[in-house]
């Protein structure tokens, strides 16, 4: 993605071939989005100028990986932020190993009250949160209500900005065999609980999608009732549009301005996904 600072040794020469892809194939394929006017190029243009320029941050960032992920990606994220923020503090959790949104909500409250201890046994200090596939829908469950009695507290998130993450469920979660993967469903008793529970999160989120999400699907991508930020897949990138949206320069750019306290590229209301 052209990212100076990332060093992660697994994605350090993965990441300029990226860029040369990304920036070589301009906006991608499919149709614009009206609510998100930005080419990869500008992107990766407001990047470099923001680097140049590090804000402050208002309050800790808290970035959750994926499904299985080990690390790499929340390393990729944590180091994309430091570059564009001054001194900020950056919390990463793994779900890696996690066999239920229970143990996902228990891995993420002791990561951060151990940063950003609280003395309210009801929350947890301000923070903003990037979830990157299933870290977004766990953030969004442990900012809910607990469904047992085991951990009172709740994350509290200010704002929370989630890439290809399945917060109405995920169409590849109708495949699953375990009581994990099947809690990932759209149908799925956690999706049932948030909705009564929590249908409207006072907290902004912002959701971001590519439009052949073969994972998650465009559909699923933002809490039932909104729409995603969408955005058209890239051409001879060699990885999967799920994994695309995890790594697209537009995204980061449009959420490093939010946190920075900047004008976003995309605009205050997202446009429907495009029909087939």
Request: charged share 20%; glycine share 6%; proline share 11%.
């Amino acid at each position: 993605m052209g990212f100076r600072p990332i060093i992660y040794p697994m994605t350090k020469r993965l990441i300029p071939l990226l860029a040369t892809c990304l920036l070589l194939t301009g906006c991608g394929t499919g149709p614009d989005n009206p609510s998100f006017p930005v080419s990869l190029t500008g992107a990766h243009m407001a990047v470099l100028s923001m680097m140049n320029d590090p804000k402050l941050l208002p309050r800790p960032l808290v970035i959750i990986g994926g499904y299985e992920d080990p690390g790499i990606l929340q390393t990729i994220s944590s180091q994309y932020f430091q570059a564009v923020a001054q001194n900020p503090k950056i919390v990463t959790v793994s779900l890696n190993g996690c066999g239920s949104f229970e143990e996902c909500r228990s891995r993420i409250l002791d990561a951060v009250n151990n940063a950003c201890p609280s003395t309210d046994p009801n929350w947890t200090a301000e923070v903003d949160v990037v979830g990157i596939s299933l870290g977004g829908l766990a953030a969004r469950a442990c900012a809910a209500p607990p469904q047992t009695t085991a951990n009172f507290q709740r994350l509290k998130i200010v704002r929370l900005f989630t890439l290809s993450s399945p917060l109405a469920g995920a169409r590849v979660a109708k495949l699953g065999f375990t009581s994990f993967q099947m809690e990932i469903r759209p149908d799925s008793e956690l999706q049932k609980y948030l909705a009564a529970v929590d249908p409207d999160p006072k907290y902004e989120i912002y959701s971001y999608v590519h439009l052949d999400d073969e994972m998650v699907g465009p559909e699923n991508a933002s809490i039932p009732g909104r729409n995603p930020y969408w955005l058209p897949n890239i051409p001879l990138v060699p990885i999967l549009p799920h994994e695309q949206m995890m790594i697209d320069e537009r995204a980061y750019a449009d959420i490093a301005r939010r946190l920075r306290g900047e004008t976003p590229f995309t605009l205050p209301n997202p446009a429907p996904l495009p029909k087939d």
